[in-house]
């Protein structure tokens, strides 16, 4: 079935280290989606991605989506301990269809 | 412009008894979805819902739930005769045009089973 797996499950980093999380589908997305939820809170949009080789950068977050839109990463430069929480990658394989998550990546950064 | 509400925050049932949770989307949004969330893991898809149209459940177990999305009115997830393993947290989403647009998350609903 549509699956979306997330790579790693854990990362633990000190503060000023960088930091990737990966995302993989078999079949080919319509758009991806990235969002991080902090402990006890709800996931809060970070930014979508929809076109083949995408690259978007938010301050030290940078996105990317791949050229066969099958595979999508997040990488976070210098982390700070603001970083912390879980980063789920989400995407859907069709227009107008559901998102689906991928397990996350739950980050901690050591001060 | 308020977020996706949901309530109650925190709900705790017998065993045997129903759970309903609420969700108001976000003003002028008209999809809707359910996730569920267990500790420390991912959210996984339940329902997907359209005003007054479910448009996918393939996520949601098919006996105990069932989900709507009313013309007036926020959206119903509704568990009958819960059991323990139905604690979680549910999430609701809300998004203006589906999946392709950024989806608003509501704060969850824990539920505890007793």
């Known amino acids: 079935g549509q699956q979306v797996m997330q790579i790693p499950q854990y990362q633990h980093v000190q503060e000023g280290e960088d930091f990737t999380t990966y995302c993989n589908s078999s079949t080919t997305l319509s758009n991806i989606q990235w969002y991080k939820q902090r402990p006890g809170g709800h996931p809060v949009f970070l930014i979508q991605l929809v076109k083949s080789g995408e690259v978007k950068k938010q301050k030290r977050l940078t996105f990317q989506f791949g050229e066969a839109k099958k595979n999508s990463s997040l990488h976070i430069t210098a982390t700070q301990t603001t970083d912390v929480g879980t980063y789920f990658c989400?995407?859907?394989?069709?227009?107008?269809?559901?998102?689906?998550f991928g397990q996350g990546t739950e980050l901690s950064v050591k001060p | 412009n308020a977020g996706v509400m949901q309530n109650p925050r925190h709900l705790v049932r017998r065993r045997g008894q129903e759970a309903r949770l609420r969700c108001s989307p976000m003003?002028?949004?008209?999809?809707v979805y359910w996730y569920r969330q267990l500790p420390e893991e991912g959210l996984k898809f339940m329902v997907y819902l359209q005003k007054e149209n479910i448009i996918d459940e393939s996520g949601m177990p098919k006996e105990r739930f069932s989900a709507e999305f009313p013309k007036e009115g926020p959206s119903i997830l509704r568990i009958q005769q819960v059991v323990r393993g139905d604690s979680a947290a549910y999430f609701c989403?809300?998004?203006?045009?589906?999946?392709?647009?950024?989806?608003?998350f509501g704060q969850g609903t824990r539920l505890t089973v007793v």
């Open positions: 989403a809300s998004s203006q045009k589906g999946a392709g647009t950024e989806a608003f």
């Open positions: 989400a995407g859907s394989y069709n227009q107008g269809g559901k998102l689906i």
């Open positions: 003003k002028g949004h008209s999809h």
